[in-house]
């Protein structure tokens, strides 16, 4: 059990732990988690994850060789090929379906974001992207 998944979720705000899934999500898939993470609410429909430093070695060298958007668009290759996954998992958090997720890249800065766009009701129909809020990242 990691160390975000052995805090008590009774203490933890939901954007806490919506960082805290999209840090996982990316340690998990990526084999990195950020150094960094957090998430906040941007208006009452959506939410905004920033993760810093979630590049691999390997993703920055490429980058630094003027090929970024090679890095930009293989990220966002695997992204969609997991979104269904991160998605559910803060659909979990707040209680809500995500309506759409959007996942970004800024390759010379080293920061990643997602954005969750929120149903109105926790009774609308499941989305099929998804992105949100903030934690300490595991970097690795």
Same mark, same amino acid.
């Given at each position: 059990? $990691?160390q ?10 939901? +954007? ?8 996982? *999500?990316f ?12 998430a906040f ?7 905004? =994850?920033? +993760?810093?430093? !979630? ?7 490429? $980058?630094?060789m003027?090929?970024?958007? +090679?890095?930009?668009?293989?990220? $966002?290759?695997l992204?969609? &090929?997991?979104?269904? @996954? ?11 379906p995500?309506? *759409?997720?959007? @996942?970004?890249l800024?390759? @010379?800065?080293?920061v &990643?974001?997602q954005?969750? =766009? +929120?149903?109105? !009701?926790?009774? #609308?129909?499941p989305?099929? *992207?998804? @992105? &949100? =809020?903030?934690?300490?990242?595991p #970097?690795?």
């Open positions: 059990m $990691s975000l998944e052995t805090q008590s979720s009774a203490v933890r705000s939901p +954007l806490q732990s919506v960082a805290d899934v999209v840090a996982r *999500h340690k998990e898939q990526f084999g990195r988690g950020p150094q960094r993470c957090r609410f941007a208006g009452r429909d959506a939410v905004v =994850v920033i +993760l810093d430093g !979630t590049m691999s070695p390997a993703e920055r060298r490429i $980058s630094d003027g090929q970024g958007e +090679l890095v930009r668009a293989t990220r $966002s290759a992204q969609s &090929a997991v979104r269904a @996954d991160v998605v559910r998992a803060v659909e979990e958090v707040v209680g809500r995500v309506l *759409h997720a959007v @996942d970004g800024d390759v @010379d800065g080293d &990643a974001t954005l969750f =766009v +929120l149903s109105d !009701t926790a009774g #609308a129909p989305a099929t *992207h998804g @992105d &949100a =809020v903030s934690a300490p990242g #970097a690795g």
